[in-house]
């Protein structure tokens, strides 16, 4: 299969070749991706009703600045957007996680973060840092 872009660019010919360079070049998000802009954009739109670590102990410690995880046993509230968002948000680079109170430039990191790592699962997201 062949893909011409608007501005000539041709994509993969083969259904099996990877799409991930002609994603970042074209500035697309993958389905994944997309997700977790979503669900990140949320966590920044409601963040007065998360907690960060900072607020729960006076500890200094490196986790001060990842946003408090409520203990949960249920798979059905870790799957909520308010958990998953959490977990999402605390994965982030401490430079996206720092713009949280400038939601303009966090926007604009996270979409740059995004569309830089391009990523096709969430489980390539949680586990991009322990590489």
Do not use: W
């Amino acid at each position: 299969m062949i893909f011409v872009s608007h501005n000539g660019d041709v994509s993969p010919q083969s259904y099996r070749d990877s799409c991930r360079e002609y994603f970042k070049r074209l500035k697309i998000l993958p389905l994944q991706s997309q997700y977790l802009l979503s669900l990140l954009l949320f966590v920044v739109e409601n963040v007065d009703h998360f907690r960060l670590n900072s607020e729960i102990h006076g500890f200094n410690t490196k986790n001060k600045s990842n946003l408090h995880l409520p203990p949960s046993k249920l798979t059905v509230y870790q799957r909520r957007p308010y958990y998953s968002g959490i977990k999402a948000f605390n994965n982030l680079p401490t430079y996206v996680k720092n713009l949280l109170q400038t939601r303009k430039q966090f926007k604009r990191a996270l979409k740059e973060f995004l569309h830089f790592h391009s990523f096709y699962s969430l489980n390539e997201f949680y586990n991009y840092n322990r590489l």
